[in-house]
């Protein structure tokens, strides 16, 4: 299983940035896909995830309203839409995912580092 993320970059507060997770190696199906981050000497914390069936989506209260997480089933990937970006926002991305009965992440991507400048 690989999970590959991307679209991370140097942005300006207030700009909008889309990172994508691109998911191979086997199917996903009943997966639940999920986006974390790690800001520097930080614990990683959960900021979004989504059942691979159904689209169910949930989300961390501190990103509600300004992250919006998807998936496309045909392309296999799962996107996560970031706008109106603070410096908070700082941290590396990771995506994930697990099985539906799992509580743990079964699988983990490499991550990908947003950096939000004032």
């Known amino acids: 299983v690989q999970l590959q993320a991307s679209g991370g970059g140097l942005v300006q507060a207030g700009e909008s940035l889309r990172l994508s997770c691109k998911a191979s190696g086997r199917t996903f199906t009943n997966f639940i896909m999920g986006w974390f981050r790690q800001a520097p000497g930080k614990e990683r914390e959960f900021v979004a995830d989504?059942?691979?069936?159904?689209?169910?989506?949930n989300y961390a209260d501190s990103v509600k309203g300004r992250f919006t997480i998807s998936r496309d089933k045909a392309k296999n990937t799962v996107d996560l839409q970031i706008d109106t970006l603070k410096p908070e926002d700082t941290a590396v991305y990771y995506c994930?995912?697990?099985?539906?009965?799992?509580?743990?992440?079964?699988?983990w991507g490499r991550g990908t580092l947003v950096t939000v400048s004032s």
């Open positions: 989504i059942t691979w069936n159904l689209g169910s989506t």
């Open positions: 994930g995912a697990r099985r539906p009965m799992s509580r743990d992440y079964n699988f």
